[in-house]
């Protein structure tokens, strides 16, 4: 099992709908947990911190469920500038001595006109 | 700009030369990372670096690869004897905290 998991995606979706993406992972023992955005060609950007208590900015919404290792992020009135990759990430203690980040592969959006 | 920097953003080699990537990570950082990402996958992690000491290497940095940050500043990432399987992205990050900031990255092409 891969330690982080994504819908594969493509999803393609109009201007203005919602969409939700989901992750999950495999280490009880992760501590932080993000959503990071990657443009075509670009690095990855951090978009936002994952919560237990989930967490919003804007149209953005994440949640995560420690009990089941899974992590969601909501988009709410998608706009074309939303369109990227959207990249799961998970922070865990890799056992010589540092936290490491674990990245998904990603889950590539479309927002269509 | 004083974000994380890069240099080159592009390399094409030859298989079996030697490239060396530099990173400058942002000023106050202390950690600085190496990941590599090929098409449609995330970056992995390769090795980290707090101040100059390299804390941790991933078991994907064979013998061929090496880092190093000999003044707790800028680093360097090399690798020799190239192959085509190396042709990836290299990315750079650091970071003081929890949050890790990428640069640009470097495109490898191995011929």
């Known amino acids: 099992r891969k330690e982080v998991e994504q819908d594969p995606g493509p999803f393609n979706v109009p201007e203005g709908a919602t969409v939700a993406f989901n992750c999950t992972y495999s280490?009880?023992?992760?501590?932080?947990f993000f959503w990071y955005r990657q443009d075509c060609r670009k690095e990855p950007k951090l978009l936002m911190s994952?919560?237990?208590s989930g967490n919003e900015d804007g149209r953005f919404t994440a949640q995560l469920n420690r009990a089941s290792q899974y992590i969601s992020l909501l988009i709410r009135d998608s706009k074309l500038s939303d369109s990227a990759t959207y990249l799961c990430?998970?922070?865990?203690?890799?056992?010589?001595?540092?936290?490491?980040?674990?990245f998904g592969k990603g889950t590539k959006l479309s927002v269509i006109p | 700009d004083t974000g994380v920097s890069q240099d080159p953003r592009h390399k094409i080699t030859k298989r079996g030369q030697n490239v060396t990537f530099r990173c400058d990570p942002i000023?106050?950082?202390?950690?600085l990372y190496w990941y590599r990402q090929t098409l449609g996958q995330g970056p992995e992690f390769l090795t980290y670096?707090?101040?100059?000491?390299?804390?941790?290497k991933s078991r994907l940095l064979s013998d061929r690869f090496s880092a190093e940050r000999p003044k707790g500043s800028f680093s360097t990432l090399e690798i020799q004897r190239t192959e085509q399987g190396d042709s990836a992205m290299y990315l750079c990050?650091?970071?003081?905290?929890?949050?890790?900031?990428f640069g640009p990255g470097t495109r490898l092409t191995v011929l």
């Open positions: 994952v919560y237990s």
């Open positions: 670096f707090q101040n100059e000491a390299q804390l941790e």
């Open positions: 000023s106050e950082h202390n950690r």
């Open positions: 280490n009880s023992a992760s501590q932080s």
């Open positions: 990050a650091s970071g003081s905290g929890g949050e890790q900031f």
């Open positions: 990430v998970v922070k865990g203690y890799s056992g010589a001595g540092s936290y490491q980040l674990t």
